[in-house]
């Protein structure tokens, strides 16, 4: 059974002569006969009464045209719902993201994408970078936006935006020898396991300063009120601090005295075929965002 002996059929009912279901079908008369015995046989029941002048349905023929009728209207609905897809009329999208993605590429990457494709409906969870790389695998994400590096295999990393890290302090903290202030201070960190923990473990380790983390928060927004809280000292992004330096909420180390440099990439399963959506959201991303230095 196939779709075109249901819109034989179709048009067999409707004429109610083979001969002006071919022409309307542009097939010959023997082709209608042969796909109406064909459809008969796979239902193991007639479908036609022939008579002189004509042919009409029998019991069977006429609830199998129903059905067929359906089925043609799912199959035509699907067709359009496709081309709605393709078309970028209709769809969905599955983002993953880190907090710092999220903040300082999504945002500016989505208010394009929603401009140009406003139908779309979008989704985004936050994850750290390893649970964004399990995500893509496990087809939870159509594209991640992750801490930079990442290193397998199966992902290809597109870098998209650099940002500078400082070690910040309560605003109004006397000035002091940065292996002073970190051996002295509690120290808020980000995370264990999380990628921005360790390259910010690893910028500590090579400068020699000590730190001591009393607490574990992956919100950048957060450590930073703990801190202008007097809670403790952090290294946090650029974007986070320097509104609150500039209302005097936090002081930001210098940095000619302590510099992270934190890199956010665009990860995608390697081989995969994208939907539309995706790859509109992937273009974006590639061609209207680029990597500073």
Same mark, same amino acid.
């Given at each position: 059974?196939?779709? #075109? @002996? ?21 097939? %010959? &008369?023997?082709?209608? %006969?042969? @796909? ?6 796979? /239902? ?22 129903? +059905?067929?009728?359906?089925?043609? &209207?799912? =199959? &035509?609905?699907?067709?359009? +719902?496709?081309?709605?897809? +393709? ?15 999220? #903040? ?33 695998? @496990?087809?939870? $994400? ?38 002073? /202030? ?62 609150? =330096? ?8 210098? $940095? ?30 590639? #061609? ?6």
């Amino acid at each position: 059974m196939d779709l #075109t @002996q249901l819109e034989t059929l179709v048009a067999v009912a409707e004429e109610g002569t083979l001969s002006a279901a071919a022409r309307r079908r542009n097939l %010959s &008369q023997p082709a209608v %006969s042969l @796909q109406m015995k064909a459809l008969e046989e796979d /239902l193991g029941a007639p479908l036609l009464l022939r008579k002189a002048r004509g042919v009409t349905l029998t019991p069977a023929g006429e609830v199998f045209l129903g +059905q067929a009728r359906r089925a043609l &209207q799912a =199959v &035509q609905s699907g067709r359009s +719902q496709v081309a709605d897809i +393709q078309g970028l009329r209709r769809g969905n999208l599955r983002l993953g993201a880190t907090d710092a993605a999220a #903040t300082e590429i999504l945002a500016t990457a989505f208010l394009r994408f929603h401009g140009r494709h406003p139908r779309i409906e979008v989704s985004v969870e936050i994850e750290p970078t390893g649970a964004l790389v399990r995500g893509l695998r @496990q087809a939870r $994400f159509d594209l991640a936006l992750g801490t930079l590096p990442v290193e397998e295999d199966d992902i290809l990393v597109r870098d998209l935006s650099r940002e500078r890290l400082g070690i910040v302090v309560p605003a109004g903290a006397p000035p002091a020898d940065l292996e002073e /202030l970190l051996g002295r201070e509690p120290f808020i960190a980000y995370p264990r396991g999380s990628t921005t923990r360790r390259i910010v473990d690893e910028a500590l380790a090579r400068a020699g300063l000590p730190a001591r983390p009393v607490m574990e928060i992956g919100r950048p927004a957060v450590m930073a009120r703990l801190v202008a809280a007097g809670l403790g000292v952090s290294v946090l992004p650029e974007s986070v601090s320097r509104p609150l =330096v500039a209302e005097g909420a936090l002081g930001l180390v210098p $940095f000619d005295r302590f510099l992270v440099i934190r890199s956010l990439g665009l990860l995608t399963l390697r081989h995969q075929e994208h939907e539309p959506a995706a790859r509109a959201m992937k273009e974006i991303l590639e #061609t209207g965002l680029t990597a500073s230095p």
